[in-house]
Nanobody
């Protein structure tokens, strides 16, 4: 059982930055690939970024490449999402996810059976 708690969301103006954190309560955090998803009102949940067990591989949705950076600290059982140059279309609830099988299911949005956090709201004003 993986428990995930996100924090760091809030209201920011377009062009600003936010850093989301996700603290995991789980044995062997380093055995889990981690990811961030988001869901805007009226839209389906979408993949944002993923990171491998060791942090050696990272993946991003095209819409956030060059603006968002995912990282992890296995000593602190925490994954981060640094979001720069925020746009109003980035407004959504952001969810942390953990998957012991790797990042593929998260990246493809197929067959994901991992764990979700409760989400944190990010609002970008124009």
């Amino acid at each position: 059982q993986v428990q995930l708690v996100e924090s760091g969301g809030g209201l920011v103006q377009a062009g600003g930055s936010l850093r989301l954190s996700c603290a995991a309560s789980v044995r062997a955090f380093s055995s889990y690939a981690m990811g961030w998803f988001r869901q805007a009102p009226g839209k389906e949940r979408e993949f944002v970024a993923g990171i491998s067990w060791t942090g050696g591989s990272t993946y991003y949705a095209d819409s956030v490449k060059g603006r968002f950076t995912i990282s992890r600290d296995n000593a602190k059982d925490t994954v981060y999402l640094q979001m720069n140059s925020l746009k109003p279309e980035d407004t959504a609830i952001y969810y942390c996810a953990a998957d012991s099988t790797g990042t593929l299911a998260m990246r493809t949005m197929r067959g994901f059976r991992g764990s979700w956090g409760q989400g944190t709201q990010v609002t970008v004003s124009s």
